[in-house]
DNA sequence: ATAAACAATGCAACACTATTGCATTTGCAA
DNA sequence: TTGCAAATGCAATAGTGTTGCATTGTTTAT
């Protein structure tokens, strides 16, 4: 039921698709791709409607995505309160080098770097490798 | 001539289409995606060589592979000594978000971050965001 | 200089991720 | 309950990247 109320407050339709697919990302603890998703989902929904959707709660701050080391996307629920205006990203991502999985993980002190003359910054995000809790 | 000695150093074959990609990337400031290449390189050499070519170069540490937040695949010239075992790269990925270049820059402290337990970091990446000197 | 050995290339096919158009179904509000 | 807009399913398409195999080219040893 939390799904359905956290799809009305962003102003979202209640489908059974969507809320099976906020359900699976509430229920792992990392950051799941879209192949992990259409396995899950199984013959529920059709492969764009993933994409879709997961689009669409990018978009509305629900969820956020980020790529592995091969360049996929994988996705995972916004812990903070991020909006379709204020997206706070403010972790590290660390993909195991075994399972390669991408776990979201707090950082205290976010590092910042200056710049070279010339260029503006205007995100840093980081991305770190090795192996995982379970793995280890 | 550079690019022939280069190759010959790392124990590889020197031939046309690496010289030439050798060429392309040093006269690039920043790193080039295989559409890039495979547009200055016109018809002189097919995709999967390429392809195969920039494969070869990174297993020798002798450019560097980079996903830009599409994830698609730039490639850069090692600056430092890198090998086929020491690969080192620390240094900052900056993609501008008006060209879409992604720039290899200097970073003069590279920042150490803590884990959680249980997490072993084996390497630690940053990939900024935000406007290149030319768009600027 | 030449030939043999082996690596690099070209071509075709394929795998995978992701997107778009359009017809149909569904959720939700009046 | 009904109508409308949004979401879905299906087919097709684009882009990135890889693999197999025959052919060409580079290098090494003679």
Same mark, same amino acid.
């Given at each position: 039921?939390?799904? @359905?109320?956290?799809?009305?407050? $962003?102003?979202?339709?209640?489908?059974?698709?969507?809320?099976?697919? !906020?359900? *699976?990302?509430?229920?792992?603890?990392?950051?799941v791709s879209h192949?992990?998703?259409?396995?899950?989902?199984?013959?529920?929904?059709?492969?764009?409607?993933?994409?879709r959707a997961l /689009?669409?709660? #990018?978009? +509305?701050? *629900? *969820? $956020?995505?980020?790529?592995?080391?091969?360049?996929? @996307?994988?996705?995972?629920?916004?812990?903070?309160?991020?909006?379709? +205006?204020? $997206?706070?990203? #403010?972790?590290?991502?660390?993909?195991?080098?075994?399972?390669? /999985?991408?776990?979201? !993980?707090? *950082?205290? +002190?976010?590092?910042?770097?200056?710049?070279? /003359?010339?260029? /503006?910054?205007?995100r840093l995000s980081?991305?770190? #490798?090795?192996?995982?809790?379970?793995?280890?």
């Amino acid at each position: 039921m939390e799904s @359905a109320s956290l799809l009305k407050r $962003h102003g979202l339709r209640s489908t059974p698709v969507r809320r099976l697919l !906020l359900e *699976i990302m509430d229920a792992t603890e990392h950051a799941v791709s879209h192949a992990d998703l259409e396995q899950q989902v199984g013959g529920e929904a059709d492969r764009v409607t993933l994409y879709r959707a997961l /689009n669409t709660f #990018e978009e +509305h701050g *629900i *969820i $956020h995505k980020v790529l592995d080391r091969e360049g996929v @996307a994988r996705f995972a629920l916004c812990m903070d309160n991020c909006s379709t +205006h204020t $997206h706070v990203d #403010e972790h590290l991502h660390f993909q195991c080098t075994v399972c390669s /999985n991408v776990y979201c !993980l707090p *950082i205290e +002190h976010y590092p910042r770097v200056s710049m070279p /003359n010339g260029f /503006n910054l205007v995100r840093l995000s980081l991305v770190a #490798e090795g192996v995982c809790k379970r793995c280890n």
